[in-house]
């Protein structure tokens, strides 16, 4: 059956996918971009190899986007305290953002934008690469590429695999098109346990539980994160709403008026998930009309960072994860509209007591919290002041919430130097160095 879904693959969906990207690209800016950048890959790769050599083990870890390389960041990372510049890693996105985040932290030797997927371009990458092992983080697996790999003795390693049922492996018409990729790796680490049962489903073989990798990502990152750009030196109880869109802010900013009506004690800080001037503007005059006062972010950080007010208002991107350290309870945004929850380990990391909406499909670690009663998930606004109002008031409750948070966390760490491990085996790297400090073993 591979030859028959090959066949299909090659002749149907990747000329679809290029005549509708070269059309995509009169219409849409980020298209444009992303063909732009990706302009002379070629030229820059043969660069790369000529400039790095041949002579020590190459690896190629490819991510979609940002997301995907915070969980390969911590395996990057595990393998470099391990080899040092023994070896060359390249680096691989989908996504510009991906791109321009990957470049930095010395992780890589060379970082790329992947061209679209064809039997002539993985041929290229393949014979100009030439990998000890391709590395496919998530589940941004492209099937011409991993075929080939395959082909030319390459070990694929697909790691920190999550799917869900809503999956297109699910569907029965699709499922033996599934089949025909995943038995191109050599090896698959599924993220948790539904995820290995669901891919064995699929492909029996080569599949092991190794747990998911954004764990430690998230743990290392509170553990060096230098803590908020302000303070809260009168504030004895605060309240972090990230990542929030314009339906869980239609019904949350009345709670909040009302929440800080009643408790003199409380701050509230409230991250929109977009930060236009249009968009904040709107903000500013609901909490306004309501009688709350926000600040922005930048003006208190521009006055030395102490809060004045009792509602901050981030105006700016890149700071959330360290303002949910001083969180005594997080509201998680996109749980009220159709594209998903963000991101939960964040506050969950830092101990914070969470919340969120119903529609969390998208988010295993969501469901799971929920289901373990950790966290909260509601169903409506109403449901959702009920409960920040509970967890506000009795401290006890949200802190025994938020250590269990910070426990599921936690006990979950230690996937990278499983999956380093397993990749070790698999490219045939030798472990002398292992536990090393780099360079300077």
Same mark, same amino acid.
């Given at each position: 059956? +591979?030859?028959?879904?090959? *066949?299909?693959?090659?002749?149907?969906?990747?000329?679809?996918?290029? *005549?509708?990207? @070269?059309?995509?690209?009169?219409?849409?800016?980020?298209?444009?971009?992303?063909?732009? #950048?990706?302009?002379?890959?070629?030229?820059?790769?043969?660069?790369?190899?000529?400039?790095?050599?041949?002579?020590?083990?190459?690896?190629?870890?490819?991510?979609?986007?940002?997301?995907?390389?915070?969980?390969?960041?911590?395996?990057?990372?595990? *393998?470099?305290?391990?080899?040092?510049?023994? &070896?060359?890693?390249?680096?691989?996105?989908?996504?510009?953002?991906?791109?321009?985040?990957?470049?930095?932290?010395? &992780?890589?030797?060379?970082?790329?934008?992947?061209?679209?997927?064809? $039997?002539? !371009?993985?041929?290229?990458?393949?014979?100009?690469?030439?990998?000890?092992?391709?590395?496919? =983080?998530?589940?941004?697996?492209?099937?011409?590429?991993?075929?080939?790999?395959?082909?030319?003795?390459?070990?694929?390693?697909?790691?920190?695999?999550?799917?869900?049922?809503?999956?297109?492996?699910?569907?029965?018409?699709?499922?033996?098109?599934?089949?025909?990729?995943?038995?191109?790796?050599?090896?698959?680490? #599924?993220?948790?346990?539904?995820?290995?049962?669901?891919?064995?489903?699929?492909?029996?073989?080569?599949?092991?539980?190794?747990?998911?990798?954004?764990?430690?990502?998230?743990? @290392?990152?509170?553990?060096?994160?230098?803590?908020?750009?302000?303070?809260? !030196?009168?504030?004895?109880?605060?309240?972090?709403?990230?990542?929030?869109? $314009?339906?869980?802010?239609?019904?949350?900013?009345?709670?909040?008026?009302?929440? +800080?009506?009643?408790?003199?004690?409380? =701050?509230?800080?409230?991250?929109?998930?977009?930060?236009?001037?249009?968009?904040?503007?709107?903000?500013? @005059?609901?909490?306004?009309?309501?009688?709350?006062?926000?600040?922005?972010?930048?003006?208190?950080?521009?006055?030395?960072?102490?809060?004045?007010?009792?509602?901050?208002?981030?105006?700016?991107?890149?700071? +959330?994860?360290?303002?949910?350290? $001083?969180?005594?309870?997080?509201?998680?945004?996109?749980?009220?509209?159709?594209?998903?929850?963000?991101?939960?380990?964040?506050?969950?990391?830092?101990?914070?007591? &969470?919340?969120?909406?119903?529609?969390?499909?998208?988010?295993?670690?969501?469901?799971? &919290?929920?289901?373990?009663?950790?966290?909260?998930?509601?169903?409506?606004?109403?449901? *959702?002041?009920?409960? +920040?109002?509970?967890?506000?008031?009795?401290?006890?409750?949200?802190?025994?919430?938020?250590?269990?948070?910070?426990?599921?966390?936690?006990?979950?760490?230690?996937?990278?130097?499983?999956?380093?491990?397993?990749?070790?085996?698999?490219?045939?790297?030798? #472990?002398?160095?292992?536990?090393?400090?780099?360079?300077?073993?």
């Amino acid at each position: 059956m +591979l030859e028959f879904w090959r *066949l299909l693959y090659d002749l149907v969906f990747v000329p679809v996918v290029r *005549l509708a990207a @070269s059309f995509a690209v009169f219409a849409n800016a980020d298209v444009r971009s992303g063909f732009a #950048a990706r302009r002379g890959w070629r030229a820059g790769l043969t660069e790369a190899v000529g400039r790095l050599g041949r002579g020590k083990p190459r690896l190629w870890f490819h991510c979609a986007s940002l997301g995907e390389f915070e969980q390969a960041r911590p395996i990057l990372a595990e *393998l470099r305290r391990r080899h040092g510049d023994r &070896l060359i890693v390249y680096l691989s996105f989908f996504s510009e953002t991906g791109l321009r985040h990957g470049r930095h932290g010395g &992780l890589a030797d060379h970082v790329f934008l992947l061209p679209l997927d064809s $039997p002539a !371009a993985a041929r290229r990458l393949l014979d100009l690469i030439k990998p000890h092992l391709l590395c496919v =983080v998530k589940f941004d697996l492209w099937p011409e590429l991993a075929w080939t790999a395959r082909e030319a003795g390459v070990p694929v390693a697909l790691i920190s695999a999550a799917v869900h049922r809503r999956s297109g492996m699910a569907h029965p018409l699709l499922r033996g098109f599934y089949r025909a990729v995943l038995r191109a790796c050599s090896f698959i680490g #599924a993220a948790d346990a539904p995820s290995a049962r669901f891919l064995r489903a699929v492909s029996p073989t080569g599949v092991e539980v190794t747990g998911d990798s954004k764990f430690d990502a998230v743990l @290392s990152r509170r553990d060096s994160a230098g803590g908020p750009p302000i303070r809260f !030196a009168h504030a004895g109880t605060v309240l972090v709403c990230g990542s929030t869109h $314009p339906p869980d802010e239609e019904g949350l900013l009345p709670i909040l008026a009302k929440l +800080l009506a009643e408790r003199e004690d409380l =701050v509230v800080v409230l991250a929109p998930h977009h930060v236009d001037g249009g968009h904040l503007g709107g903000i500013e @005059s609901s909490l306004t009309a309501r009688g709350v006062t926000p600040e922005r972010l930048t003006a208190i950080v521009e006055r030395g960072g102490a809060v004045a007010g009792r509602l901050v208002l981030v105006d700016t991107v890149g700071c +959330l994860f360290e303002l949910y350290s $001083p969180a005594r309870v997080a509201y998680v945004g996109g749980g009220f509209w159709d594209r998903g929850l963000h991101n939960v380990l964040e506050p969950a990391a830092f101990g914070a007591a &969470l919340v969120f909406g119903p529609r969390i499909g998208n988010s295993a670690e969501a469901v799971e &919290l929920a289901g373990m009663g950790i966290a909260e998930r509601v169903e409506d606004f109403d449901q *959702l002041e009920k409960t +920040l109002r509970r967890l506000l008031k009795d401290p006890s409750e949200a802190r025994s919430k938020g250590a269990a948070a910070r426990k599921y966390c936690e006990e979950r760490a230690g996937a990278s130097a499983r999956i380093a491990d397993r990749l070790e085996r698999l490219c045939g790297l030798s #472990a002398p160095h292992r536990g090393g400090r780099g360079n300077d073993g």
